[in-house]
């Protein structure tokens, strides 16, 4: 068993001093990034070269990352680009549906029609007292011109 050394007194003010060291700390910049990660910083650069105005291949672009020792086939940096379109294109479909659904009144979706003359019919339906259902004539209104 490991033996506990003897440690100071950690007093509440210690430990409010240790708590605020700790929030203000920022993340560490990391050296190493994914293939994924540095393609998709790179991806506005690589779409640019290999447009049809530039004419660059996949190909082409790999080997001008090879000489800043960036080792991707040109089939890996392909592959992830469509990858990193095909997300942002599910993320924008996502996204409106969304938005749609909060902006829509229900309300207006159920109401009917306004016809256009003055009068207008419209057919009721009453429950009857042992479940059955039976319509009733048609109600005619008539709107006086204001």
């Known amino acids: 068993m490991a033996e506990q050394q003897e440690s100071e007194v950690i007093t509440k003010s210690k430990i409010d001093k240790a708590i605020s060291l700790l ?13 994924r990660e540095a393609v998709k910083k790179m991806r506005r650069y690589i779409e640019k070269l290999t447009s049809s105005k530039y004419g660059y291949t996949y190909d082409e672009v790999s080997e001008m ?3 800043l020792g960036i080792n991707l086939t040109g089939s890996r940096i392909k592959y992830l680009i469509g990858e990193l379109k095909k997300n942002s294109r599910r993320r924008q479909r996502i996204e409106p549906s969304e ?3 909060i902006s829509e009144s229900p309300v207006t979706e159920n109401q009917p029609a306004v ?14 007292g042992k479940g059955k259902t039976k319509k009733q004539q048609p109600v005619v209104q008539e709107h006086e011109d204001e």
């Open 23 to 35: 929030k203000e700390q920022k993340p560490k910049e990391r050296e190493d990034v994914s293939d």
């Open 65 to 67: 990352l090879k000489g």
């Open 99 to 101: 938005d749609n659904s």
């Open 115 to 128: 016809k256009a003359n003055s009068e207008t019919s419209t057919e009721q339906t009453v429950k009857s």
